[in-house]
């Protein structure tokens, strides 16, 4: 009787290190919207991505690197959407809305208020060097290129920032002890922004 020799397992295809890094990232992202940034350890995050913690730190260096690299990850994301997107209508105010909601989805849905909150507390904010270029960004792609003013249009941005993060971090919590509805945080301030919006000085 012969027996026939098994086939040798198959390799696994190595990925490159832009496709490691981006692997450690959806999972840590995954982990932040199921958890909260508490959840993004060493340990867990590598479980999450099914590799090693040593290959996190081979790809990274430590912890703190893959909780930055992943809110700036995250602001990358909604730059390119916000850019990206074509509302159907050419009305700057609606277009600047658009942004808006953009914003609040990304604080609140995908976590990125904890995560911020997070990395202003463990004091890594600083490291976030690439924020004003993505304002400038959303300023020049965005806002100024219907006539608004740049400084105005920054100002805008970093009132937007604040009251997405208020409502990320705190809007349906304090709605429900206001006996409020749990969407009225978010709606409130997005009539501010509204308001703020068609009030935009022009360039």
Do not use: C
Request: charged share 25%; no cysteine; aromatic share 2%.
């Amino acid at each position: 009787m012969s027996i026939e020799a098994s086939p040798p397992p198959a390799r696994r295809a190595r990925r490159s290190p832009e496709a490691a890094r981006e692997n450690i990232l959806a999972a840590a992202e995954a982990l932040l919207t199921e958890r909260g940034p508490q959840a993004l350890k060493l340990t867990d995050v590598a479980a999450a991505a099914g590799i090693s913690h040593g290959t996190v730190l081979h790809h990274f260096g430590s912890i703190a690197d893959v909780q930055t690299a992943l809110m700036e990850r995250m602001i990358r994301q909604l730059v390119a959407h916000i850019l990206a997107a074509d509302p159907p209508t050419e009305d700057p105010a609606a277009k600047a809305d658009f942004g808006a909601r953009a914003l609040f989805d990304a604080f609140e849905s995908r976590g990125a208020a904890r995560l911020a909150a997070w990395l202003e507390l463990t004091g890594e904010t600083r490291r976030l060097t690439m924020v004003r270029e993505a304002v400038q960004e959303i300023v020049r792609g965005r806002l100024a290129h219907h006539g608004a003013d740049p400084a105005a249009a920054e100002d805008l941005i970093l009132v937007s920032v604040l009251l997405a993060m208020g409502v990320g971090l705190f809007g349906p919590t304090l709605a429900d002890l206001l006996g409020k509805p749990a969407d009225a945080p978010r709606r409130l301030a997005l009539d501010l922004l509204r308001r703020q919006i068609a009030s935009l000085p022009p360039a």
